[in-house]
C-alpha cells in the first residue's frame, strides 16, 4: 500500500547506542520490515550531538550503509578509523563492525539503511 508520511508528523526519539556515550536521536524514515518489501529493518535519520555516538557492533545477517547529510564525525570501519564528513557514504557488510562517534562541535546528522543479508 503507498502513503505519504508527513514532516508534521515526524517523531525523534533518543536512544542510547551500544553504549556509546550520550544519546543518538533518530526519527524512522521507514519502519521495519514491513515499509520495507521486507529486504530491511531501518531506515532513519539519524542526529549525534557532541559527546554523542553510536558504540562498536558487528552486522549479523545483515549490513548498514550510511549517508552524511551534516557535520563530522569518527567512524571505525572493522577498526580503522577515519572522519566521515557530508557527503560521504560509509557501508558495512554482514559480519562486519563498526561505530561512530561525533567528537566535534556541531551536530552530525546522517541517513543510516539496514538491509537483510
Known sequence: ???????DD???EEK????????????KIL???????????LYNHVILDPGCGIGWHVHNGDGETF???KGEAEYSDN???????AGDI????????HSVMNNGTEPFE?????LYA
Open 1 to 7: 500500500m503507498s502513503f505519504v508520511k508527513r514532516s
Open 10 to 12: 515526524a517523531v525523534f
Open 16 to 27: 542510547n547506542m551500544f553504549g556509546a556515550p550520550g544519546m543518538a536521536r533518530h526519527r
Open 31 to 41: 519502519n521495519g520490515p514491513e515499509e520495507m518489501l521486507g529486504k530491511g529493518r
Open 67 to 69: 549517508f552524511v547529510l
Open 79 to 85: 577498526g580503522t578509523p577515519t572522519t566521515l564528513r
Open 90 to 97: 560509509a557501508s558495512v557488510l554482514p559480519g562486519e563492525g
Open 110 to 114: 546522517m541517513i543510516a539503511l539496514i
